[in-house]
């Protein structure tokens, strides 16, 4: 049965399991309609557009 020889140390095992939280920021790509940064193959949250046409209404500021 595999048993560890040596007691691994706090520091070690912390930063071990510190990598499980690492994650990369999103992507993000300008639309194509207002030029906003918005998520790839998602709906425009700032003027309601996916594919070249109007999907949502948004409320104008």
Do not use: F, W
């Amino acid at each position: 049965m595999a048993v560890p020889k040596k007691k691994m140390s706090p520091s070690r095992r912390n930063m071990r399991r510190a990598n499980h939280d690492k994650r990369p920021a999103p992507t993000l790509v300008p639309c194509a309609n207002c030029q906003e940064k918005a998520p790839p193959h998602r709906l425009c949250p700032s003027c309601g557009y996916y594919k070249g046409r109007q999907v949502i209404q948004v409320a104008e500021e």
